[in-house]
């Protein structure tokens, strides 16, 4: 069982920037692919961002694509999605999940492991 905690949602002004952060509970934590979602009210899940085990390889939805970053650190089993540039449609809350995969994967359904969310609000 992974479990997954995420932190560094906040309130930030359109144009602003946000670092959130993932820590997983799990030693074979190079072993998952991970991946950001967001769902706002009303909507249903999407996918933001995800990155291979190794790190070498990330991919990006179309809406954030030049403005967030993924990243990981294996060493201290934690996957970073860095937002920047952010605009109030953005407005979401957050989830790292983590799925056995030796490849990127997009879809909700190929995660097995998710966090609790974190709020990220963006102000016009």
């Known amino acids: 069982q992974v479990q997954l905690v995420e932190s560094g949602g906040g309130l930030v002004q359109a144009g602003g920037s946000l670092r959130l952060s993932c820590a997983a509970s799990?030693?074979?934590?190079?072993?998952?692919?991970m991946g950001w979602f967001r769902q706002a009210p009303g909507k249903e899940r999407e996918f933001v961002a995800a990155i291979s085990r190794s790190g070498g390889s990330t991919y990006y939805a179309d809406s954030v694509k030049g403005r967030f970053s993924i990243s990981r650190d294996n060493a201290k089993n934690t996957v970073f999605l860095q937002m920047n540039s952010l605009k109030p449609e953005d407005t979401a809350v957050y989830f790292c999940a983590a799925a056995l995969s030796s490849r990127i994967v997009t879809t909700t359904r190929s995660y097995r492991y998710w966090g609790q969310g974190t709020q990220v609000t963006v102000s016009s």
């Open positions: 799990e030693v074979t934590f190079s072993t998952y692919a």
